[in-house]
């Protein structure tokens, strides 16, 4: 046998033992964190719910996995996905550059602005100016937290280990106002009785550069040939069956879907 041919057979060996050992990810275990509605929250019933735990299962369903929802503070879902406590996260993770060093990513699954909430009639803008000597109350961990910390120099930023958390803050008058996703705020507090009297100010806020091209699902870099390749195909599926659309439908009267680039 020539050399050629047992190099040819070397690879193809090691190509079938690589295929026999790449995962088939029929059973997985996806980090959420449950505090921010309406992507997922707790319900009175004490399971978990909101648009994105529904997207997810929709997602599972597609891939033919049973998903098993491990919760976990915003701030340690990397963490445990490192830790290999779980094997995904889904949880409004925003896809940046920075993140990228770190884990891997799905494809953007939604994609929706960040905004400043305050008192209704706050004469507030989202600058470093317009935001000078105020305290800034943040989720620890995000992309807001990155954006706030960046830009308003001159003011005090308030770190917090949930969103509702900030909220809190925020309707005692500990903190002057907070950057968040606009759906988040608008449902998490302005819609409920203790956001009565406060409000978006300022305009919408991108930053692709910060807040990334939208959220998607992330995962260890080792994985990403073969995990992110079924979530791809999931997300593209469940945007072109429709089922994205009625989904995003029961909690929003605006389209979230990421803009095609």
């Known amino acids: 046998m020539n050399k050629r041919k047992l190099i040819a057979l070397a690879l193809l060996a090691a190509s079938a033992v690589a295929t026999a050992q790449a995962p088939e990810w029929k059973k997985l275990r996806i980090g959420v964190e449950g505090a921010y509605p309406p992507f997922s929250e707790i319900g009175p019933d004490g399971k978990l719910k909101g648009f ?3 997207l997810l299962m929709a997602y599972c369903a597609e891939m033919k996995a049973q998903c098993t929802l491990v919760q976990q503070d915003f701030d340690g879902l990397i963490p445990a ?3 290999r ?4 996260i889904f949880a409004s993770v925003a896809i940046t550059d920075e993140r990228k060093k770190v884990i891997a990513f799905s ?3 939604y994609n929706t602005p960040a905004r400043l909430v305050a008192k209704a009639g706050a004469k507030l803008e989202p600058t470093a100016a317009g935001l000078a000597g105020k305290k800034i109350g943040v989720q ?3 992309t807001h937290e990155a954006y706030a910390t960046a830009t308003f120099k001159q003011s005090e930023i308030v770190r917090y280990g949930s969103q509702d958390q900030v909220f809190l803050d925020l ?3 500990r903190i002057d106002a907070t950057l968040m996703d606009s759906p988040a705020a608008d449902f998490g507090f302005l819609k409920k009785p203790e956001g009565k009297g406060f409000a978006f100010v ?3 806020i991108n930053d692709d550069k910060i807040f990334g091209v939208g959220s998607g699902v992330g995962m260890r870099r080792a994985d990403e040939a073969t995990l992110a390749k079924k979530f791809n195909a999931a997300i593209d599926a469940v945007q072109a069956n429709g089922t994205f659309k009625q989904l995003a439908g029961k909690y929003f009267d605006y389209d979230i879907a990421p803009q095609k680039k």
Request: positive net charge; proline residues 9%.
């Open 171 to 173: 309707k005692s008058g």
């Open 107 to 109: 494809k953007p699954y």
């Open 202 to 204: 300022g305009g919408p």
């Open 81 to 83: 996905l490192q830790s």
């Open 85 to 88: 406590k779980v094997d995904a």
């Open 52 to 54: 994105e735990i529904d």
């Open 140 to 142: 620890r961990g995000t």
